[in-house]
């Protein structure tokens, strides 16, 4: 055992010296991106044309699976609230749900799936296809006419399509809760309005949308950039945008909602 010890010594070391190396990279990637945008708000078309692109396809999959969302919540919370007397509060259950969890963190793991591996693929096939290395020989900084373009779009889409999974959640829980079980419609729009705080509730469930967006985005973006030229590579590198996206997804869920508690 202790023959054994320097050598497993040497290659925890490796793997955490490979770690850092990698981590270091991947925030010079991001600041990289950063510098890139700088000139980027003078052509918005490229910008509005990427919102278009990643908001549009994620739209119909994040409006069903919000009001699907909406139709559990109703349920669910109808059937958990009526044993407290407290039916009349499904509103405010559902609103407070999806507002500060169920919104930002569905939407986030949806569009890592929807959005996220199609920026990887498309980004992955633009480099086997050498479409970049073209673009570099053109005088072209495919940063910033290809990348930067679509980081921002998926940032400013992220936060419209957790609105949009919210409004219909909402609705969802609505109808499942008045016309179909018999909660008063008053107290369901009532206890929900004041309830809900536009800035403990809503203002905090944007912000958690927008660092989904910097998140999901940018691991899309990165894996795609740097995928093996290859299938292989490319479908290994969607394959890696999904896993990384959504756990990094959850763990800055934790990490944010723990902060925003703590206050």
Same mark, same amino acid.
């Given at each position: 055992m202790m023959q054994r010890l320097p050598g497993l010594l040497a290659a925890l070391?490796?793997?955490? #010296?490979?770690?850092?190396?990698?981590?270091?990279?991947? $925030? @010079?990637?991001?600041? $990289?991106?950063?510098?890139?945008?700088?000139?980027?708000?003078?052509?918005?078309?490229?910008?509005?044309?990427?919102?278009?692109?990643?908001?549009?396809?994620?739209?119909?999959?994040?409006? +069903?699976?919000?009001?699907?969302?909406?139709?559990?919540?109703?349920?669910?919370?109808?059937? @958990?609230?009526?044993?407290?007397?407290?039916?009349?509060?499904?509103?405010?259950?559902?609103?407070?749900?999806? @507002? #500060?969890?169920?919104?930002?963190?569905? @939407?986030?793991?949806?569009?890592? %799936?929807?959005?996220?591996?199609?920026?990887?693929?498309? +980004? %992955?096939?633009?480099?086997?296809?050498?479409?970049?290395?073209?673009?570099?020989m053109m005088a072209v900084d495919p940063l910033q006419r290809v990348i930067a373009p679509r980081f921002w779009a998926g940032i400013? $889409?992220?936060?419209?399509?957790?609105a949009v999974f919210s409004a219909l959640g909402v609705l969802g829980g609505y109808f499942v809760g008045v016309p179909l079980i018999g909660v008063d419609e008053g107290a369901f729009w009532s206890q929900m309005q004041a309830g809900v705080d536009i800035w403990d509730d809503i203002a905090n469930g944007v912000l958690k949308s927008v660092v989904f967006g910097i998140a999901a985005t940018f691991v899309a973006l990165y894996q795609g950039y740097e995928a093996q030229p290859t299938p292989e590579g490319v479908a290994r590198a969607t394959t890696r945008t999904v896993v990384v996206s959504s756990l990094l997804v959850l763990w800055l869920d934790f990490v944010m909602t723990a902060l925003m508690f703590n206050k």
């Open positions: 070391g490796a793997r955490v #010296r490979t770690g850092l190396a990698d981590l270091g990279y991947t $925030a @010079t990637a991001f600041l $990289a991106i950063l510098r890139a945008s700088g000139g980027l708000w003078r052509r918005p078309r490229l910008i509005t044309d990427q919102i278009h692109f990643i908001g549009n396809y994620s739209l119909v999959i994040i409006a +069903i699976s919000g009001l699907f969302v909406g139709f559990v919540l109703g349920l669910q919370g109808y059937n @958990t609230l009526i044993s407290y007397g407290s039916e009349q509060s499904l509103g405010l259950l559902v609103a407070l749900s999806l @507002t #500060r969890e169920l919104g930002p963190v569905v @939407t986030a793991l949806l569009f890592a %799936g929807r959005a996220g591996t199609s920026l990887t693929a498309e +980004i %992955g096939l633009m480099k086997a296809g050498e479409q970049l290395s073209a673009m570099e400013i $889409a992220m936060p419209i399509l957790a």
